[in-house]
């Protein structure tokens, strides 16, 4: 059974960090591409962060480059955010999710969701 579990959000201001957690079944994990989407109020969903099975390939939306980190831990099956100098406009549902090949941007070729974190950056 697949299962995609985060956690780790929040209401922090404005240059604040946070990292979020997903945690996901072992036979997920060792297999798929795994990313980060968020969905803001009003928006649609869109692509944060993504990390290949062996953790050697990443990307990101150029919103979030060179604030966000993606990583994977394998001995733990979890994959996090790492997010700093967080801005208001970040506030959104943050979903994980698993794509059974490669780092990809399109929400419609990932196989498996989560079902969210709420994230909430206050001015």
């Known amino acids: 059974q697949v299962s995609l579990v985060e956690s780790g959000g929040g209401l922090v201001q404005a240059g604040d960090s946070l990292r979020l957690s997903c945690v996901a079944s072992k036979w997920t994990f060792s297999s798929y591409a795994m990313a980060w989407f968020r969905q803001g109020p009003g928006k649609e969903r869109e692509f944060v962060a993504a990390?290949?099975?062996?953790?050697?390939?990443?990307d990101y939306a150029d919103s979030v480059k060179g604030r966000f980190t993606i990583s994977r831990e394998y001995a733990k099956t979890t994959i996090y955010l790492q997010m700093n100098s967080l801005k208001p406009e970040d506030t959104a549902i943050y979903y994980c999710a698993a794509h059974p090949f490669w780092v990809d941007k399109p929400l419609e070729n990932y196989d498996y969701w989560g079902q969210g974190t709420q994230v909430t950056v206050s001015s």
């Open positions: 990390i290949s099975w062996s953790g050697g390939t990443s």
